[in-house]
């Protein structure tokens, strides 16, 4: 019995089909949808989903065509769990969001089926069992100016390079992607005019997609066969490297959507983001107000968005940066800042004691009571609430120490000084000393000269407080 999508769609009052998420747990992105990893990565339908039905570093890869990857064990057996009408468990990222009422992937794919027709033809893909590219979300490779300290070694080639030219050995906590510098794999989906004509929706992230050529062949390819008009371009930058070259490209698109990357501005930007420099960031944020008053006769075309990563970096000095952060956000045409709680265990906000979670607080207090009213504000201060109303264990402890032993290997690499961003952090070191920062980093140390293909897992095991390790 096939899956017939009409069943769980209704009209709404503008006469457009909705999908009716809480009845069905459908998701079309195996039909419509292409995410591409390159630097060693592969093929997957979404960046949600864990697992890649291509990777391009096994011994024998398949040549990533849309035809062999739709063809995969992997996209076959996923097909199926959505056709029956569940979830598959790589999906769980999905799962999670819409459970905490967030909008999901799953849900953001359902935003380029607008009309009936587009029903129909989903549906017709469907029954054939063919992906038609609606919307391909291109990471061509890792290429980056910028080492940002909670950034990993799949988004930085600086970040391995670092690693590689410094002996950080800092795969224990990043994994082996530490040692991947390949550069990007010499295939390109996009050369295929007849794989990309229907495409409704591009999104680009790197690496920095500013630096990377095979971004700009991908833009000029869609220049070329004319192409922009049909599609929402989203691209995701740390405004280092905004040209002319690159604004060129933007030119003729449906709507384009600029996401800044800044976790703050001055010298928290300066030491979060090496080696960016403020200044020059803040004149090309200028620069972009420039190119929208051009461009951007409705006003409408040119949309942007800030994305700030909340972490024990960022969050004494805001005082200093937020409040320029968001006059900043409103003269770019922006007005939201995503908030997005920092995914690295060992740099989140709740690796820290008590007295230091209330000084954050205090900070967070100085701020005048008309930022304090945005909603991006809110969820700011909703994360330091949480991390403070939390338990601090012996586990959070050992999330510190691994802490300080990344931070100060960077630090001493890169010449800098935590403590001259927050002094407070004398304090939170005098802190990890009393509960065994020496001893911790003497095993952590040890950890990373142990078998190499065991490191992250001995890791895991230190910080669940375990003192003794056997290699084998
Ligand atoms: S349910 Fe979510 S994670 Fe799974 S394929 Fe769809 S968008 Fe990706």
């Not at 953001?108 to 038609?132: G, P």
């Not at 040119?302 to 003269?331: A, R």
């Amino acid at each position: 019995m096939s899956f017939n999508i009409r069943d769980y769609m209704h009209e709404d009052s503008a006469g457009q089909p909705k999908f009716d998420f809480k009845s069905s747990s459908f998701c079309p992105a195996f039909w419509m949808a292409l995410y591409y990893k390159g630097n060693n990565q592969g093929l997957k339908p979404c960046c949600s989903i864990d697992g890649y039905a291509t990777r391009t570093d096994q011994d024998n890869p398949i040549e990533p065509t849309v035809e062999n990857y739709n063809r995969t064990e992997y996209v076959q057996s996923l097909k199926q769990t959505f056709l029956n009408n569940k979830f598959h468990k790589n999906c769980h990222t999905c799962v999670r969001d819409e459970r905490h009422g967030q909008q999901s992937d799953r849900m953001a794919m359902f935003e380029w089926i607008k009309t009936w027709d587009d029903v129909d033809r989903l549906q017709n893909l469907i029954d054939n069992d063919k992906l038609e590219l609606w919307h391909l979300d291109y990471r061509p490779s890792n290429l980056c100016n910028l080492k940002c300290r909670m950034c990993d070694p799949v988004n930085s080639s600086l970040i391995v390079k670092e690693n590689m030219q410094n002996d950080l050995k800092l795969d224990m906590i990043m994994g082996d992607n530490m040692y991947n510098d390949a550069q990007p794999n010499d295939w390109d989906y996009v050369k295929d005019f007849e794989s990309i004509k229907n495409l409704k929706s591009v999104k680009v992230l790197g690496g920095e997609p500013t630096v990377e050529k095979k971004v700009f062949a991908m833009l000029d390819l869609i220049q070329e066969k004319d192409l922009a008009k049909n599609i929402n371009l989203q691209y995701t930058t740390n405004a280092t490297n905004l040209n002319k070259k690159f604004y060129e490209r933007l030119i003729g698109y449906n709507h384009v959507n600029t996401t800044f990357s800044l976790d703050g501005t001055g010298r928290t930007y300066e030491y979060i983001r090496t080696p960016a420099k403020w200044n020059n960031v803040h004149q090309n944020l200028m620069g972009y107000i420039d190119f929208r008053k051009e461009h951007d006769k409705t006003t409408r075309q040119y949309g942007c968005s800030i994305n700030c990563v909340i972490s024990v970096y960022n969050m004494f000095t805001l005082d200093e940066w937020y409040e320029e952060l968001n006059e900043i956000l409103f003269s770019l045409g922006g007005r939201r800042i995503t908030m997005i709680y920092c995914t690295n265990e060992w740099q989140a906000l709740d690796i820290l004691p008590k007295f230091a979670l209330h000084k954050m607080k205090d900070n967070f207090n100085k701020l005048s009571e008309s930022v304090k009213q945005y909603d991006h504000t809110k969820v700011l201060e909703s994360y330091i609430n949480r991390a403070i109303k939390e338990d601090y264990n012996l586990d959070k402890q050992r999330l510190l120490s691994t802490f300080f032993w990344h931070n100060d290997k960077l630090d001493a690499v890169r010449k800098t000084k935590l403590v001259d961003i927050a002094p407070v952090f004398h304090e939170i070191k005098d802190y990890a000393d009393n509960n065994l920062l020496q001893e911790d980093l003497q095993l952590l140390t040890s950890i990373t000269e142990g078998n190499k293909n065991r490191k992250w897992k001995n890791w895991k095991k230190f910080l669940q407080n375990e003192r003794v390790f056997e290699y084998e």
